[in-house]
């Protein structure tokens, strides 16, 4: 092994003792990963307005101050609802006692009722199962997860106090800091890769930050529809907790398809246990949730978002499973974009996967010169190349003959 090799061979293996070492570094400082995540995404979604702003004239510093404070009004404004809904919280903790023994009370009617309906003994039998399997089990763990939660915001008052103080400082420096930061990591690429990564990360930006952006309007919007249609139910049949339910649907919309069934399920629940007019409240509620996903989904989703992420339906499903499975929640709600940046690389790698289908079978979609390279037809070139060439040698020995030949002349001429 030569020298140069040698020091290739050191430089990669130096490499790869860094990238170990902050990996390591990373998993030792995990608890405080979150807050840095959060504060990115938040400074991530306003780099358009930043950007636009500093189009028009403004310096960086004016454009983040502004924004910076709208950014600080709508998130004292936030705290304020999270008070509120820390309020709501505590009493439905405190009435729990009686929601429960109220939702028995309705799964012993529906029991009854269905012993005494027309159906199979054996389907019958499955079901009365299920139902007081359910009936045991689900008030005690969601006595145990309110009470635990309970617990763990008491205990860590100080702490949520210290993060929602240090995140708007982190924010605030992120978006001070955004393009010496994407200047800086783009300086650690090899020259000879700087085009390719630029480009790559110009694609995936555009998705991510569509992407991010969509999804912090489209929770938000849900949210305050469904706070704004739980306040309405409240007043007209006495529907509780508003506040705590529209948070939970800003929340857990984020999350495809489980998050919106949770939500309905819960609001029409809430409805039921709580109202002066349990069963209207009930179809009410639920009703609105239903609504409002189609009018988000269909209505403000496209104009925010556009066409997506550019992922197949199928893949969406493949990619919440294998994130559910990989990560729970959290990786049903980053298997998405990190599924789309995946794709991005690899039509980039690979544009043929994003070419257009052709009408016809590509094997019948020969060229020329495929067409020409084709077996047969090479075969039967060789063979009229072959036939030419003997035909023009008989037709060159004829002439030759004919030269050679010897007048009657010539013979009687004396030598």
Not at 264 to 269: D, E, P
Request: proline residues 6%; aromatic residues 10%.
């Amino acid at each position: 092994m030569n020298r140069s090799l040698d020091a290739v061979v050191l430089r990669y293996l130096g490499y790869a003792c860094v990238v170990f070492a902050g990996l390591f570094l990373l998993y030792l400082v995990r608890g405080t990963l979150p807050i840095f995540f959060v504060a990115l995404l938040l400074a991530y979604a306003m780099e358009p307005i930043l950007q636009r702003l500093e189009r028009r004239g403004y310096s960086r510093r004016s454009a983040v101050g502004f924004v910076f404070l709208v950014f600080l009004l709508l998130f004292v404004l936030l705290l304020c609802l999270l008070a509120s809904a820390w309020q709501q919280a505590l009493a439905l903790s405190a009435n729990f006692e009686q929601y429960k023994n109220q939702a028995l009370a309705l799964a012993d009617t529906a029991r009854h009722r269905l012993d005494a309906s027309p159906l199979p003994p054996d389907m019958k039998k499955s079901v009365i199962d299920i139902v007081t399997d359910a009936q045991d089990r689900a008030p005690l763990v969601l006595s145990q997860k309110l009470q635990s939660f309970i617990a763990w915001t008491l205990g860590s008052v100080g702490y949520l106090g210290i993060l929602l103080v240090v995140l708007p400082v982190i924010t605030l420096y992120l978006m001070l800091e955004m393009n010496p930061l994407r200047a800086r990591i783009l300086m650690l690429v090899p020259p000879a890769y700087r085009r390719d990564v630029t480009e790559i990360g110009q694609k995936i930006n555009e998705i991510l930050g569509r992407y991010v952006r969509g999804q912090i309007i489209v929770c938000s919007g849900f949210g305050v529809l469904c706070t704004i249609a739980f306040h309405v139910l409240g007043y007209e049949y006495g529907m509780g907790y508003p506040l705590v339910l529209g948070l939970a649907a800003a929340i857990l919309y984020i999350v495809p398809y489980v998050g919106l069934a949770i939500v309905t399920v819960a609001a029409g629940a809430t409805a039921y246990l709580t109202a002066s007019a349990p069963l209207p409240c009930a179809i009410l509620a639920v009703g609105c949730c239903i609504v409002f996903n189609l009018i988000i989904d269909y209505g403000i989703a496209p104009r925010v978002i556009g066409k997506g992420v550019g992922l197949h339906p199928l893949m969406v499903i493949f990619a919440l499973l294998s994130g559910f499975g990989m990560g729970g929640i959290p990786g049903m709600v980053l298997a998405v974009p990190f599924f789309a940046s995946l794709r991005v690389i690899l039509i980039y790698l690979f544009p043929q996967l994003a070419a257009p289908i052709p009408q016809t079978p590509p094997e019948s979609e020969m060229t020329r010169d495929e067409k020409n390279a084709s077996p047969a037809r090479v075969a039967r070139e060789v063979v009229s190349e072959m036939e030419k060439a003997e035909t023009a040698a008989l037709e060159a020995t004829a002439l030759e003959s004919a030269s050679l030949e010897i007048t009657p002349r010539e013979a009687q001429a004396p030598l």
